[in-house]
């Protein structure tokens, strides 16, 4: 008896140091699952292109540097090379003379993201990012420009290239949000591996499995009823 009242007291102290965590697993958890993924990456939001059809392409320029991949593109309606340097960089080059094409400029970027959207829409706000502090809804090592449409879209366009990296919307951000606060971590939103998320867990698992010797031990000792009393 004085076991298991130790264990109902365990059990209760658990419930109040992770109560907090459980009900924030069980909140995001239930968001992240009951919206379409294909919703949350906004991929109604990008406009289908039909894709190169027969063309004459010009192998393009690369100025002595190594190149880990080429590839053809349709970038803003014209068919451009993209060349992978072997050092991470990118650069694009004209598919019909292979002449390497100058970086994106503010005002190309946001012509490219208007391509890039289906239907259009008003941009509100140009700004150039780093690849050493990229944005966190980018979170990729890459110069880019972001173009801010007016209902809250991002569209990220590679500042060398002028591809599209990434569509970004307000859901999508309060998804990233979720898993944020499901992973604990907020700042990267990316280690699933950090103490404060084991240790966590682990208090839950524990609470979940004295809980359940509580239950099994309370259904085995039901009071017994005592016997009617007979009339005198």
């Not at 003379?97 to 959207?117: C, F, N, Q, Y």
Request: proline share 6%.
């Amino acid at each position: 008896m004085r076991a298991m009242r130790q264990f109902h007291k365990y059990h209760i102290w658990l419930g109040w140091l992770v109560g907090i965590p459980l009900l924030l697993w069980t909140a995001s958890g239930l968001f992240m699952s009951a919206v379409p993924l294909e919703t949350v990456r906004g991929e109604g939001l990008r406009a289908e292109h039909p894709g190169l059809g027969p063309i004459t392409a010009v192998a393009p320029l690369l100025e002595g540097r190594a190149a880990e991949s080429l590839t053809l593109q349709d970038i803003g309606g014209a068919p451009v090379w993209v060349i992978a340097y072997a050092d991470g960089g990118r650069r694009r080059a004209d598919a019909a003379t292979g002449k390497l094409l100058p970086i994106v400029s503010a005002v190309e970027a946001a012509a490219l993201a208007r391509t890039a959207r289906k239907g259009g829409g008003s941009v509100a706000a140009v700004r150039r990012t780093d690849k050493d502090d990229p944005p966190l809804d980018l979170r990729r090592p890459r110069p880019a420009w972001q173009i801010a449409f007016d209902d809250g879209a991002r569209f990220y366009i590679d500042a060398e290239s002028g591809e599209l990296l990434a569509v970004r919307t307000d859901l999508w951000r309060i998804y990233d949000l979720m898993w944020g606060l499901h992973i604990m971590d907020l700042q990267t939103r990316e280690d699933v591996n950090h103490p404060l998320l084991i240790v966590f867990a682990a208090l839950s698992l524990a609470g979940v499995m004295i809980g359940c010797v509580l239950m099994f031990r309370r259904r085995k000792r039901r009071p017994v009823a005592a016997p009617a009393r007979q009339a005198d």
